[in-house]
């Protein structure tokens, strides 16, 4: 499998290459930085996660191929004091697209998007300390299978609205979850998204969005062990501008079916970033200032509140209510010509009830990352 996947790579760059007029200049942009997180509990846990992402892209006339991928190293230190440490590479995402811009009465863009294997996967017992909630790392899993990822968009504009809708299929591959648990098939995944906007005034604009997550089963040695249930997102929101700031405020409501277990093990697996909890709520508003002509500031405050789950309390599957509130700020720099530098600091608290991580009592969570980023055009 993973031979006929860098053949395909190969003729896609072939193909982007060739099949584009000889005018047209490849455009290559790369990002890199430095990120640190790290957070603490009221029960005297704490965790540190430390990572360099790589982003390179590269496009010609209609055609654009990126790669992402991050070293990093996560350490989480549980109130046991068993510390436990994990150096590696992340997983790496290829994406290629092809769009169509006024060539036919709607815009469309074809994606394929391929996760590769490169991160860490079959955790040992006692890495598996490291798995921790995932509004706590930006990073909160160390590694999948193989996978793709063919999306179609389709959008049009019109007398100030824009409409867009979006139909995307997953397709997981098999790889071993941890020392227990071998032969893991996650279930495949179907996502239909919709967007509209509409420019209130040259100043202002609404946005209203959708979307639908149907998970197939996942399973162990081929038997049935667990499948997601569908989830449905909507959400709204205003960005208003000016020649100096932008002030963009976003409101989203996430809605889950209950899950279903097998008879089997009952410990979720975490390989999505909300598996298995309750209806999720949050709203962000984001500021931006321009000093001058190369500087920016920033700031940005989130909230976040998660429902409890279906599952009845004495459930090992239950998962309490989760609120996290996220401050922000930054400044955005021109360093040269097609040079850019980004800092930013972010700090939060979560409160936490009982869950599969910690079920014999509610945590209180706090934290604080800092970044470093600089992006360059050649």
């Known amino acids: 499998m993973k031979k006929h996947l860098f053949v395909l790579i190969a003729v896609a760059a072939i193909l982007a290459g060739t099949s584009c007029p000889a005018e047209d200049k490849t455009q290559v942009s790369a990002r890199s930085g430095l990120h640190y997180e790290w957070w603490g509990s009221n029960d005297d846990a704490s965790g540190t996660q430390f990572y360099v992402p790589v982003k390179v892209a590269a496009s010609r006339s209609d055609f654009t191929v990126s790669v992402l991928g991050a070293y990093m190293f996560t350490q989480v230190n549980p109130e046991d004091g068993k510390r436990r440490s994990l150096s590696q590479m992340s997983d790496t995402k290829l994406n290629l697209s092809y769009r169509l811009y006024d060539k036919l009465p709607l815009d469309v863009l074809f994606g394929l998007g391929f996760n590769l ?14 798995l921790v909630p995932p509004d706590l790392f930006s990073i909160p899993y160390f590694g999948e299978g193989f996978n793709i990822n063919p999306t179609i968009v389709l959008a049009k504009e019109w007398d100030g609205w824009t409409a867009g809708v979006g139909v995307g299929y997953t397709w997981k591959g098999e790889y071993d979850y941890n020392f227990e648990i071998k032969d893991y098939d996650p279930g495949d995944l179907v996502t239909v998204t919709a967007e509209i906007d509409r420019e209130l005034s040259p100043n202002l604009l ?3 969005f ?5 998970y197939s089963k996942d399973t162990v040695h081929g038997e049935d062990f667990y499948q997601e249930g569908d989830v449905r997102l909507i959400g709204t929101g205003l960005s208003y501008s000016r020649d100096t700031w932008d002030l963009a405020f976003t409101v989203t409501g996430i809605f889950r079916d209950k899950s279903r277990l097998s008879d089997g093990p009952t410990l979720p697996i975490v390989t999505e970033d909300r598996k298995s909890h309750g209806n999720e709520f949050n709203a962000g508003l984001a500021y931006r200032y321009r000093t001058d002509a190369k500087t920016a500031l920033k700031a940005s405050l989130v909230l976040l509140y998660i429902g409890e789950n279906d599952y009845p309390e004495d459930s090992p599957n ?3 209510k989760r609120e996290k509130a996220t401050l922000g700020c930054g400044i955005d720099r021109i360093l040269a010509e097609n040079l850019t530098g980004s800092l930013g600091i972010e700090g939060f608290v979560m409160a936490d009830e009982e869950n599969w991580y910690h079920p014999d009592e509610d945590v209180t969570y706090y934290g604080i990352s800092l970044s470093a980023l600089v992006s360059k055009k050649f």
Request: hydrophobic share 35%; glycine share 8%.
């Open 210 to 214: 959708a979307q639908y997550i149907h």
């Open 117 to 130: 294997p490169t991160g860490h996967t079959d955790l040992t017992q006692s890495q598996m300390t490291l």
């Open 206 to 208: 609404a946005r209203l």
């Open 318 to 320: 239950f998962a309490g």
